[in-house]
């Protein structure tokens, strides 16, 4: 039944809701993830079917080094003393406002003493200053 669900162009997610709807069998999608990877080292083509034509899939949640991270940040833990206590200042802390449909990003920046916030549009999530 999987096999001919796939060969109609349906993904392993509506072949499972198609299952559970139909009370014929309860099966998460990452199973028949992996019956396509097994068919396919065993020299299958079902992974063909696939709509992503057969490039290696790979989960898009629960992992952290998914995310792109801030070169040499340092976290917020290991913040110095004197930011913790805020006793000097120009300790700074940035953040980013995302737009309605990710169009338009203003940087941030807060001095944690005084309470100065510097607002800044930037033109796209990943300009770089220069």
């Known amino acids: ?27 998460h999608h990452e199973s028949i993830y992996r019956y396509l990877l097994k068919d396919k080292l065993g020299g299958g083509n079902l992974y063909k079917y696939l709509r992503h034509q057969g490039r290696p899939y790979r989960k898009r949640y629960g992992y952290v080094n998914n995310r792109t991270g801030i070169p040499n940040r340092v976290d917020i833990d290991e913040r110095s003393e ?23 990003v203003i940087v941030t920046l807060d001095e944690r003493i005084s309470k100065l916030r510097l607002a800044y549009p930037l033109n796209s999530k990943t300009q770089r200053g220069g």
């Open 1 to 27: 039944m999987t096999r001919n669900c796939l060969k109609l162009d349906w993904s392993p997610e509506q072949v499972c809701g198609w299952l559970d709807t139909n009370n014929i069998l309860k099966l």
């Open 82 to 104: 004197a930011a913790n206590n805020q006793d000097e200042f120009g300790h700074f802390e940035a953040d980013t406002i995302i737009g309605k449909a990710h169009q338009g």
